[in-house]
């Protein structure tokens, strides 16, 4: 049984991005696609194995593993077992491009998964909904294509890179370390790289990408962040002795610090809350 949606929004109606086509099939047939699809095409495994063959690689596909397609990507898949269940979905929009180059996912690569958590399911979840929601339209389509790659870049691993959620788990302890050390001047990556007994290049490199920032950007952060905390909760407290306080060892630093990410001067921030 091949279950199988078509959703391609007309031309006069561009959306960020759509859904093309979404699908269930019970018993994947053998594909060989010499010129690839024109759009974006997911695929992932739901039950049995299967093996997705990409110039020289070959990759098994079990339950908890996908692979994302580029458009144009010649590819070819088969089943490896009696049968092999698959779900896909294909798509584009005007903005794909920005928004999978913002979740560093522009190239064709193959993603794994705890199989008990929540990916797994997600694309039965759309499917079951245009299957029983009668009013599902382009836009709601729209909304759960963005939060289903949101989900693959928060729990899959993109060629054996382990995912954010656990890259956020290793730098727990680190993350905890800081709400007690930020103030501290010295503080610092050498500092914060042996707290994981890690080298200080590797910390950059977890840091980036579970959060896009540099360990160093995102004790500023927090720095900041507790800094807007004080001057709303102790309005008489001096702007020095707060940048102080925070870990800035000068006021100026602080204050351009402050107004590059808030937009505001300590001192306007707390006038206008």
Same mark, same amino acid.
């Given at each position: 049984?091949? *279950?199988?949606?078509l959703?391609?929004?007309? /031309?006069? !109606?561009?959306?960020? +991005?759509?859904?093309?086509s979404?699908?269930?099939?019970?018993?994947?047939?053998k594909?060989?696609?010499k010129d690839?699809?024109?759009?974006y095409h997911?695929?992932q495994?739901?039950s #049995?194995?299967?093996?997705?063959?990409?110039g020289n690689r070959?990759?098994?596909l079990?339950?908890?593993? #996908?692979?994302?397609?580029l458009? #144009?990507?010649?590819?070819?898949?088969?089943?490896?077992t009696?049968t092999?269940?698959t !779900?896909?979905?294909?798509? &584009? #929009?005007?903005?794909v491009?920005t928004?999978l180059?913002t979740l560093?996912m522009l190239?064709?690569a193959?993603?794994r998964?705890?199989?008990e &958590?929540?990916?797994?399911?997600a694309?039965?979840h @759309?499917?079951?909904?245009?299957?029983?929601?009668?009013?599902?339209? &382009?836009y %709601?389509?729209?909304? %759960? +294509?963005?939060?289903?790659?949101i989900? @693959?870049?928060?729990h899959?691993?993109?060629n054996? $890179? /382990?995912?954010i959620t656990?890259?956020?788990?290793? +730098?727990?302890p680190?993350t %905890?370390?800081l709400?007690d050390?930020?103030?501290?001047?010295d503080t610092?990556?050498?500092?914060m =790289? =042996?707290v994981?007994a890690i080298?200080?290049r590797?910390l950059?490199t977890?840091?980036?990408?579970a959060?896009g920032?540099?360990?160093?950007?995102?004790?500023?952060m927090? $720095?900041l962040?507790?800094?807007k905390?004080?001057? +709303?909760t102790?309005?008489? $407290? =001096? @702007?020095?002795?707060i940048?102080?306080?925070?870990g800035?060892? %000068? *006021?100026s630093h602080?204050?351009a610090s402050?107004r590059?990410?808030?937009?505001?001067?300590p001192?306007?921030?707390r006038?206008?809350?």
């Amino acid at each position: 049984m091949h *279950t199988r949606f078509l959703l391609t929004p007309s /031309t006069a !109606q561009p959306y960020p +991005l759509f859904i093309d086509s979404i699908g269930h099939h019970e018993d994947q047939e053998k594909l060989n696609r010499k010129d690839g699809l024109p759009h974006y095409h997911w695929l992932q495994t739901f039950s #049995g194995e299967g093996e997705y063959e990409m110039g020289n690689r070959k990759v098994l596909l079990s339950k908890g593993s #996908g692979v994302l397609m580029l458009p #144009g990507e010649p590819h070819t898949y088969y089943a490896v077992t009696d049968t092999w269940c698959t !779900q896909y979905v294909t798509f &584009g #929009g005007t903005s794909v491009h920005t928004i999978l180059s913002t979740l560093d996912m522009l190239e064709s690569a193959v993603f794994r998964w705890d199989e008990e &958590g929540p990916l797994n399911l997600a694309l039965t979840h @759309i499917l079951n909904k245009l299957q029983t929601q009668a009013d599902y339209s &382009g836009y %709601d389509a729209s909304a %759960d +294509l963005y939060h289903f790659l949101i989900q @693959i870049k928060k729990h899959a691993q993109i060629n054996n $890179r /382990t995912s954010i959620t656990n890259q956020m788990l290793h +730098l727990q302890p680190l993350t %905890d370390w800081l709400e007690d050390h930020y103030p501290n001047p010295d503080t610092g990556i050498e500092q914060m =790289a =042996a707290v994981l007994a890690i080298t200080p290049r590797h910390l950059n490199t977890l840091f980036q990408h579970a959060f896009g920032l540099s360990p160093y950007a995102y004790l500023i952060m927090m $720095r900041l962040r507790k800094s807007k905390e004080m001057l +709303l909760t102790d309005r008489h $407290r =001096a @702007i020095k002795e707060i940048a102080v306080r925070v870990g800035f060892r %000068d *006021t100026s630093h602080f204050i351009a610090s402050f107004r590059k990410q808030i937009g505001l001067t300590p001192e306007r921030f707390r006038e206008l809350n």
